[in-house]
């Protein structure tokens, strides 16, 4: 089975842009989550789909926005970009039900510049 | 999150040795706790969990021990080896909520 797929694997933007990040999950996984990934803050949640349904959000701003598909594949958006918004990209897959296990992508490094 | 910082907390041990790396958990109501390993350019890989019903689970060279009484997680790797060089993050999770609170983390090197 093919894992979580996350393109692109790395990304330059300048301040003000907006970002699209792509994630395909592994197949037959109906829940996708996103995480931002930074040296100051860790690991942190920013969304969780389900069935083309947000059903969690992290504490994010408004420009962090997110939508699945009903293939189940998952982009997310960010607007008006700032310099802070650099960081590793992370997206994860889950069946959707009983398991909290998440299997992550190897992420779309952002820089902003 | 807990701040992570270029200042991870490191743990060095030799090739062969046990390690042990520790997590203090924040939400007495989480109920379910997972290690990932991380290395360099990758996402984080799944290692083991449990349940907050159990306070030890085994694996294949790996323990988790759960402490709920003092919000305590480690992860024992048995006779390490170079290939467990990454970083290890704890993660919590409380009642079904889908969204996983991760630890600050710690690197772990081994010298061989």
């Known amino acids: 089975k093919a894992g979580v797929t996350q393109t692109p694997r790395y990304l330059i933007k300048t301040r003000g842009q907006q970002v699209t990040l792509s994630c395909s999950p592994i197949s037959g996984h109906r829940s996708v989550s996103w995480y931002q990934q930074t040296p100051g803050q860790g690991l942190q949640f920013l969304f969780e789909?389900?069935?083309?349904?947000?059903?969690n959000k992290g504490n994010f701003p408004g420009r962090f926005s997110g939508r699945q598909f009903s293939n189940s594949r998952s982009e997310m958006n960010v607007s008006t970009l700032e310099l802070g918004d650099s960081a590793l990209y992370l997206c994860a897959s889950r069946p959707g039900t009983g398991t909290e296990k998440l299997f992550f992508g190897s992420g779309t490094q952002l820089s902003v510049l | 999150g807990e701040s992570v910082g270029l200042h991870l907390p490191t743990l060095s041990v030799q090739e062969g040795d046990n390690s042990i790396i520790n997590c203090a958990y924040s939400n007495s109501a989480s109920d379910y706790f997972i290690w990932y390993k991380q290395e360099s350019g990758k996402g984080p890989q799944f290692i083991i969990d449990?349940?907050?019903?159990?306070d030890k689970r085994q694996g294949q060279r790996v323990t988790v021990l759960l402490n709920k009484t003092v919000k305590h997680l480690s992860l024992q790797i048995a006779a390490t080896q170079p290939g467990d060089s990454a970083v290890y993050f704890c993660?919590?999770?409380?009642?079904?909520?889908?969204?996983?609170?991760f630890g600050s983390g710690t690197r772990l090197l081994v010298r061989p």
């Open positions: 993660a919590e999770a409380m009642d079904s909520s889908y969204k996983l609170i």
């Open positions: 789909y389900f069935s083309e349904t947000q059903r």
């Open positions: 449990i349940r907050s019903n159990m």
